[in-house]
């Protein structure tokens, strides 16, 4: 049989159910709040979170991680072989992380906003520099003065 041009291939069903505003990684729906679905979704962040944090610290403010290193430790502990699908998650919280002041996000060397796309590193922020005002006791003394010679 020869399908009819003048007739649509597809009908969309009216009463289908539009798609969640959040979806989890791989298209997968957002796990009800409480669900124990939504709770291997927090220990996973917790997880994901916890590991960046670990390798940044490990090689501290003067080096990077790749965000694969985070993904790759958090599949392996969790006995999955393929840690693409952790991705995205891993890019979410560092997002979440740099908000917080706790990690760096780099672009071609240099620091970027959380959205930005490619290739990112992760590090830790630098310490902040060293405050350099004297305070109020430095102003209040009193230079020496010269020796007199009489």
Known sequence: MIPDARLPTHTPDPEAAPLPASVEPGG????RPGS?????????DAAIAGSILRLVAERGPARSICPSEAARE???????AEWHGLMGN??????RLQAEGRLEILRKGRPAPADVRGVIR??????PA????PGPHAAAADPVEPAVVV
């Open 28 to 31: 997968a729906a957002a796990p």
């Open 36 to 44: 124990p679905a939504a709770v291997r979704a927090r220990a996973r």
């Open 74 to 80: 958090v599949a392996s502990a969790e006995g999955l």
């Open 90 to 95: 891993v890019r979410k919280i560092a997002g």
């Open 122 to 127: 992760l590090r830790q922020p630098a310490p």
């Open 130 to 133: 060293p405050h350099l005002d």
